[in-house]
């Protein structure tokens, strides 16, 4: 059996594996399933259609589920929130369901949600990313792997993050940050997560040709599509494809 305190409230369709605990005060209302070793501390709230995986740690006040901050939302569209495992949500933080029938908010494995921060209707983080304290993501956005989004950043609505980048804290998203770059202040591209790249496993090699491609992109002189055409010439390895794919096809409101 689940741990379950005397003054949780749990709804019939809740759906919960023997090695779960829920801490006083929960409540969980909806169509919630919670995988092995999950952990809900005090206060917990999740709402409608809710998929969590094994050996979360979900801590006090987190809210998963609720509405999405989208006016053209009602309460009989069916969509949901899905988590995978081993991640960290810490106190307040917010995750809203998707904002149309079948959205779905998505949350990978072995993430960090640091206090505070939040994840909008329809956004996807991958896995092994770390969002610090107070981030906001806005609908639709798409966050990859190994990411870091400092304090207090904010992404608009319908941008991409790539694998490996890094934002300062406070800083302001409204376009992509491409996979393995760093960003400050608004849209501001500052170079390459080297110290992120190194710890992933980067060989001196890879990082190498990461850095030329960088520097062809961003820092040549050529125009966009010049770039693009010179950097496509090239016989350009599977980790060089994922940052020229980025800035080849970014979202509708470009890239850094």
């Known amino acids: 059996m689940a741990t379950i305190h005397p003054t949780a409230q749990i709804g019939s369709d809740v759906k919960l594996a023997p090695s779960v605990t829920i801490g006083p005060f929960c409540v969980l209302d909806g169509e919630i399933e919670i995988g092995a070793q999950t952990v809900l501390r005090a206060g917990v709230h999740l709402w409608g259609r809710v998929t969590i995986g094994e050996n979360n740690t979900i801590h006090s006040h987190a809210v998963i589920g609720d509405y999405p901050q989208d006016l053209s939302f009602t309460t009989d569209i069916k969509s949901q929130v899905i988590i995978g495992d081993h991640n960290t ?59 870091f989004l400092g304090g207090g950043a904010g992404v608009h609505q319908f941008i991409n993050i790539g694998d490996y980048a890094m934002c300062q804290g406070n800083s302001s998203i409204s376009q992509d940050l ?44 050529l125009n966009r599509s010049e770039a693009i055409a010179e950097a496509e010439s090239q016989d350009l390895s599977e980790a060089a494809l994922l940052l020229l794919n980025a800035v080849k096809s970014p979202s509708r409101k470009g890239v850094m």
């Open 89 to 147: 949500i810490r106190e307040n933080v917010t995750i809203h369901r998707g904002a149309a029938d079948g959205g779905v908010t998505r949350l990978g494995s072995h993430s960090m949600l640091m206090a505070g921060s939040h994840l909008a209707h329809d956004t996807a983080v991958g896995d092994y990313t770390i969002l610090a304290n107070n981030v906001m993501l806005g609908g639709h956005v798409t966050v990859g792997d190994r990411v």
């Open 178 to 221: 491409p996979p393995y770059c760093m960003s400050y202040a608004i849209n501001q591209l500052v170079g390459l997560n080297n110290v992120g790249l190194k710890r992933a496993g980067f060989d001196p090699a890879q990082r190498k040709e990461i850095k030329s491609l960088y520097s062809l992109l961003f820092k040549s002189g």
